[in-house]
C-alpha cells in the first residue's frame, strides 16, 4: 500500500492493519500551549488573521510536529469556517469565544440558508490543505476536518458557545421541520467542504460532534448521527488508488458508541468517559478506536503522564486499530514538557502490544 507517506502507521492503524507501535496525535495539537504559536498568532493580528492566511496555517500545523514526532498532522482551522461562509458572519470577541453577527432567528433567515461556494468562500482552507500537504514532504499524514451539522447548528441558531443549548433545543422540539433544514443544508456543506480538503490533499478526515452528547437518546439519532451518516455515505473514499478514512467524534458519545460505528466510518473517537476495552468489545471487530486520555492527565507529573497512558494501552491491549489520543483538545495552560512525556510514553510503552 503507497501512501506516498514516510510515517503512514496513523492511516494504517485507522484501517485497523498492523502496526509496530500505536501512533498519535492530540486534538488542539498546533494551539496555544506552544510559545511558537503564540507568537505567531501576535503576528497573524488574530485568531481568523491565522486561519485565512495559508502561509500562517501551514506555520502552525508543522510547530507540534517540529517538536514532537507526532504521527500526524492536523489541519489548522476552525469548525466555524462553514457557518462563517454561509454569511452568519463569525467574530471573536477576546476572552469571550466566537460569536456570529447574523445567527438563525427566524424562519426567512433559516430558508434562506444556502450551501457555500466551497471553492470561492473556502478557498482559504483548501489552499492551506494543499500547502501543509506539499509542506509535510510525506513526513505524516494530514487529517482534514470539519464539524458535524448539529454542532455548527448550535453555534449557528445561539449566536455562539451554550451551556444549556436551550435555544437550538428549543426550536428542534417545537419546529422541527426548521431544525431538519439547518441540518440539511449544513450536511450538504460539510460532505462538500470535507471532499474540497480530500481532494486537496488531507489523507484523512474527522468529523467532530462536539455537542452530540447535549442530546437525548432519540433525538442524538434523528438530529445529529443522521446527518453525520449522510456526510460519511458522501464522501471520496478514495483518492489516487488510496483509501481516505474517515473518523467520527461525539464528545459524550459514548452510550451510542454501537450506533456510531454503524454508520460506515473507519474509526470512532471516545472522550475519555469511556473505558476503550468496553468500546473494542463492542465495535472493535467494526471500527478502529481513537483516544482516550483525559486532556487534565498533563498537568500531572511525567510518571503520572506514564501511568495513565499505560493504563488507556492496556486496556485498549493487543493488535492494531488503534490511535493515541487525548478524549477531548488540549489545555492551553499544558506545560509542553508533558506533552513531549506523553508522546514518549504512548511510543514507548505501546511497542509489547503489537
Not at 76 to 81: E, G, K, N, R
Not at 105 to 133: C, F, H, N, W
Not at 292 to 307: H, K, M, Q, S, Y
Amino acid at each position: 500500500m503507497n501512501f506516498k507517506v514516510k510515517n503512514d502507521t496513523f492511516l494504517r492503524a485507522l484501517l485497523r492493519q498492523p502496526t509496530e507501535y500505536t501512533p498519535l496525535w492530540m486534538m488542539r495539537q498546533a494551539g496555544r500551549y506552544l510559545p511558537e504559536y503564540r507568537a505567531t498568532r501576535r503576528q497573524a493580528g488574530s485568531f481568523m488573521g491565522l486561519c485565512k492566511s495559508p502561509d500562517f496555517a501551514t506555520e502552525v500545523t508543522l510547530q507540534p510536529l517540529d517538536r514532537f514526532p507526532l504521527d500526524a498532522a492536523i489541519l489548522f482551522s476552525d469548525i466555524l469556517t462553514v457557518p462563517d461562509a454561509m454569511g452568519l458572519g463569525l467574530y471573536f470577541s477576546e476572552g469571550e469565544g466566537p460569536k456570529f453577527e447574523r445567527p438563525l432567528e427566524t424562519e426567512a433567515d433559516i430558508m434562506a440558508l444556502q450551501v457555500p461556494d466551497i471553492g470561492k468562500d473556502l478557498k482559504y482552507v483548501t489552499d492551506a490543505v494543499s500547502q501543509i500537504r506539499k509542506s509535510l514532504d510525506g513526513r505524516v499524514p494530514l487529517i482534514g476536518f470539519s464539524g458535524s451539522p448539529w454542532t455548527l447548528s448550535c453555534y449557528m441558531v445561539e449566536g455562539g458557545s451554550s451551556d444549556d443549548y436551550a435555544k437550538v433545543k428549543t426550536l428542534m422540539y417545537k419546529e422541527p421541520k426548521l431544525m431538519h433544514h439547518i441540518l440539511n443544508v449544513t450536511a450538504q456543506a460539510v460532505t462538500a467542504y470535507l471532499n474540497a480538503q480530500i481532494e486537496a490533499g488531507a489523507q484523512a478526515v474527522m468529523i467532530f460532534d462536539s455537542w452530540g452528547g447535549a442530546l437525548s437518546h432519540s433525538a442524538f439519532h434523528e438530529f445529529s448521527l443522521a446527518y453525520t451518516q449522510r456526510i460519511v455515505d458522501g464522501l471520496i473514499k478514495e483518492k489516487d488508488g488510496v483509501r481516505i478514512p474517515s473518523i467520527v467524534f461525539t464528545k459524550g458519545g459514548g452510550l451510542w458508541i454501537e450506533s456510531i460505528a454503524d454508520i460506515g466510518c473507519d474509526a470512532v473517537g471516545l472522550d475519555w468517559t469511556m473505558d476503550i476495552g468496553v468500546a473494542r468489545q463492542k465495535v472493535g471487530h467494526k471500527v478502529a478506536l481513537q483516544g482516550n486520555l483525559d486532556p487534565t492527565v498533563l498537568f500531572a507529573t511525567p510518571e503520572v503522564i506514564r501511568n495513565e497512558v499505560e493504563k488507556v494501552l492496556s486496556s485498549f491491549g493487543f493488535g492494531s486499530g488503534h490511535v493515541f489520543n487525548l478524549g477531548h483538545g488540549i489545555s492551553q495552560h499544558t506545560d509542553p514538557e508533558n506533552a513531549a512525556a506523553l508522546v514518549q510514553a504512548v511510543h514507548e510503552l505501546s511497542k509489547k502490544y503489537h
